[in-house]
């Protein structure tokens, strides 16, 4: 293993030795090609830099006690960026090129995959963007394939604590029939503005409402939101959210921890009944919120107590880590292991 300071890792990027790549041409995927570069050198009238033809994915894998590497549900993500691809006219790497990619830039970064009681865990980024030159908009004739890592520290620096989140009132992340529910950049580039300013007036993230209406709950920054009241699991249901596996997975153990799971419209005015909330993604698997402000009213929302999560978040949380980190059995067949 790398000489790393494990426990000071931040969820930022760190250089590994190797990524991989491959590279669609003339109608087919190429090899999957081992560099030891951080750059890319592509052409500057590429599609990726000009018409935002780019989509990408974020999954991690554990190290466990017995020593054994977990890729966590690697298939919905490469299922996802097919998704992705075709909605912005790209083409996507098949399901058996994004396993045998992402499993391939694990195994030879294995020494950057963190032990299991540091914490930490190595963030997979998989990333397909349009290349070569195109003047007029249209798409890409060719497509690169990166997938590169990082070890990451464990999110929550100070524990599995709350945080505030105030309503979105000016912004809008995506458009009704726009691209919400794909992974592609200008999502996050439409975010940022939001989060800067819910930063700058001291909350961790800003939820986004609905952009027709205003009235149902959206995404939760980046990630997805849920409530939980009466034993029941909450989260909304639109077009405009990215299907999250994290919160996929916390619907399956919710439903097998004996909860009822709703996906539905969220008015804002349901928020005050909740007995916990919290968004949930690959990064932190459950950030929960303790506080939510409507700066447009002054109405300040309190959903549980302030200093500790809640017990189902906690209970769902625990549940899917220990399974990430193999100390649970995979009852779900979620996680590979990298041989
Ligand atoms: C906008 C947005 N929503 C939700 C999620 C959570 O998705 P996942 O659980 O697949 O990481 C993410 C993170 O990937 C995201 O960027």
Redesign the pocket.
Known sequence: MKNIEWSSLEFGYTRTDYNVRCHYKDGKWGELEVSDSEMLTIHMSSTCLHYGQEAFE?LKAFRGKDGKIRVFRRVE?AK?MISSANHVMMIAPPVELFTRAVDKAIKLNEEYVPPYDSGASLYIRPLLIGVGPRMGVAPAKEYLFVVFVSPVGPYFKAGFKPVKAMLERVYDRAAPNGTGHI?VGG??AAGMLSTHEAHERGYALSIFLDSKEKKYID?CG???FFGIKNNTYITPSART??P????DSLMTLARHLGMTVERRKIPVEELATFEEAGG????AVISPVSIIDDLSTGQSIIIGSPDTAGPWSTRLYNQLRAIQYGDAPDEFGWNSIVE
């Open positions: 974020g993500n996802r992974k999502n996050y995404e980046p990630a997805n959210i990215l999250s596996i994290t919160n949930c993604g690959t990064a």
